[in-house]
């Protein structure tokens, strides 16, 4: 069955520093992987993706992840973390025709 | 419609009670999901709708979930004699189908549900 694991519950870092959330995932074939974000009384709102080709994806707010097939992760990562960064990060996967699963999210306190 | 759209966007309930939850997804996609977010958790896979495709059930927790998708478009996910349990956030998505758009999947708002 395919998973995907977001091993910490909570990143804590200082504003200006680089910023990594890690996401490990195990789906067959050829993953699709996503990262979502939640803010406060938000809707999850999409991050990035990858589907195929370069393995650094860049998205939306200045975020990256990186696939790394030989280790099965798909880190998010960020040069410089803001506060207005501080929210629940969701890492998700698939395979081609088979369902969204979802970590369990991690959530992401940046302080000033 | 631009994005999906999930109603009531808040219900409670008492225990024992019916609930239907609707999901209106953006026109043309084909594929559907229903997931749930109890409070501080993860999101909990529940049903898969893609096309004319038999549904994938497995993430239900129980029999007294359910949910049928009308016509390709509309979904209703029904929650019979509701538990305190099953309050959480009821979050519904959805996406062309096996292609993808530019931003994955288009989640709504959701629909939070409290049984008391």
């Known amino acids: 069955a395919q998973s995907v694991a977001q091993p910490e519950d909570q990143v804590n870092v200082a504003e200006g520093n680089p910023l990594t959330v890690k996401c490990t995932y195990s789906?067959?074939?050829?993953?699709?992987l996503f990262w979502y974000v939640q803010y406060p009384n938000r809707g999850l709102q999409f991050l990035l993706k990858y589907i195929t080709g370069d393995n650094l994806v860049k998205g939306s707010y200045g975020f990256e992840a990186e696939f790394n097939k030989s280790q099965t992760s798909f880190h998010l990562k960020k040069p410089s973390a803001l506060v207005s960064d501080s929210a629940l990060y969701f890492c998700?996967?698939?395979?081609?025709?088979?369902?969204?699963?979802f970590g369990t999210g991690t959530r992401l306190q940046v302080f000033p | 419609g631009a994005g999906v759209s999930q109603s009531p966007s808040n219900k409670v309930t008492e225990k024992g009670k019916d609930v239907e939850l609707r999901c209106d997804p953006i026109s043309g996609h084909t594929a559907l999901y229903w997931y749930r977010q109890s409070l501080g958790q993860g999101l909990e896979f529940l049903i898969y709708?893609?096309?004319?495709?038999?549904?994938?059930k497995s993430g239900l927790p129980s029999d007294r979930f359910s949910a049928e998708r009308t016509g390709g478009s509309v979904s209703t996910l029904t929650i019979q004699r509701t538990q305190q349990e099953d309050s959480a956030v009821y979050l519904c998505?959805?996406?062309?189908?096996?292609?993808?758009?530019?931003?994955?999947?288009?989640f709504g708002s959701g629909t939070r549900l409290t049984v008391v």
């Open positions: 789906v067959s074939g050829n993953p699709y």
């Open positions: 998700a996967g698939k395979a081609q025709t088979d369902k969204l699963i």
């Open positions: 998505a959805s996406s062309p189908g096996t292609g993808l758009t530019n931003y994955g999947y288009t």
């Open positions: 709708f893609q096309g004319n495709s038999a549904p994938d």
